[in-house]
């Protein structure tokens, strides 16, 4: 955790969605915005790790963010989800579009309908998030979709060829959203993690052989945490990045 963190008084009460929020990096973004006084729902599918996180939040502060289990491949659960937190904390003024899978598959080995399932989990949920917030995000003065890209794609890595595939896409998708909804004062933004030791990363693929290399790699010899991406989306999500859209913003150690 980091001992200090900037406060953004235009986060105070504003209605922020994340997807993926209940654990690795998007448990860090919702307690960043949950201490900033902003209303923050999450959508994920392990309900153990949210409600545990909701339970948290609610001991530190005396409120808890809002859970819905959504699976967000399934879109039309995905809008009905939005629409609900709409309702009940308000517009959406921020869409953090941080859920994905990077799990490793190899090329020989995908199937159309695996392929399908990669774009329909890291790929497709960000821009129907986008269209279903975008006309209330408009209506209440504009806002920011922070959609997450990955270090993977500048890496040229292998191993997970539709995962690299599907973030790729990512920023053609913020370019484009950026262009259409400029003139409605909806900022979009990419943010591209590093290797990020969250404990799936860690207990899956991530040894402390491996941590070394990549720390080798780095041009900052820091353990990458969670915790460390969330002062980037809190600027970005925050009116001090008004004049900022359609852009690429590391958080790798200066490795990409």
């Known amino acids: 955790m980091l001992a200090q963190t900037a406060h953004y008084p235009s ?23 949950h201490r900033q006084g902003a209303q923050v729902a999450f959508v994920d599918i392990d309900d153990e790790a949210s409600q545990a996180l909701c339970d948290e939040l609610q001991t530190e502060t005396g409120r808890a963010p809002l859970y ?3 699976d967000i491949r399934d879109i039309e659960a ?22 994905a899978s990077d799990d490793r598959h190899d090329w020989r080995e995908v199937s159309v309908d695996y392929w399908d399932e990669r774009m329909s989990l890291n790929l497709r949920p960000m821009f129907f998030a986008a269209q279903a917030v975008a006309d ?76 070394e290399k990549i720390q080798q790699h780095q041009c900052l010899k820091v353990r990458l945490e969670p915790a460390h991406v969330a002062p980037t989306v809190l600027f970005l999500a925050a009116d001090d990045s008004a004049q900022l859209t359609g852009q690429e913003f590391p958080v790798d150690g200066g490795w990409g």
Not at 11 to 26: D, N
Not at 78 to 99: F, Q, Y
């Open 136 to 211: 209330r995000m408009a209506a209440a003065g504009g806002g920011s979709i922070i959609n997450f890209g990955s270090i993977s794609v500048r890496l040229a890595l292998g191993g997970l060829p539709a995962y690299v595939t599907a973030k790729a896409a990512v920023h053609g998708l913020t370019r484009s959203l950026a262009r259409d909804l400029g003139e409605q004062n909806i900022r979009v933004n990419t943010v591209l993690p590093g290797c990020i030791m969250t404990q799936r990363q860690l207990d899956k693929w991530i040894s402390p052989e491996d941590e």
């Open 11 to 33: 986060l105070e009460a504003r209605v922020v969605f994340v997807t993926g929020g209940g654990g690795g990096i998007g448990a860090a973004l919702t307690r960043a915005f």
């Open 68 to 70: 819905r289990r959504c």
């Open 78 to 99: 995905l809008k009905a989800t939005i629409d609900e937190v709409s309702e009940a904390l308000g517009p959406i003024r921020t869409l953090v579009n941080n859920a």
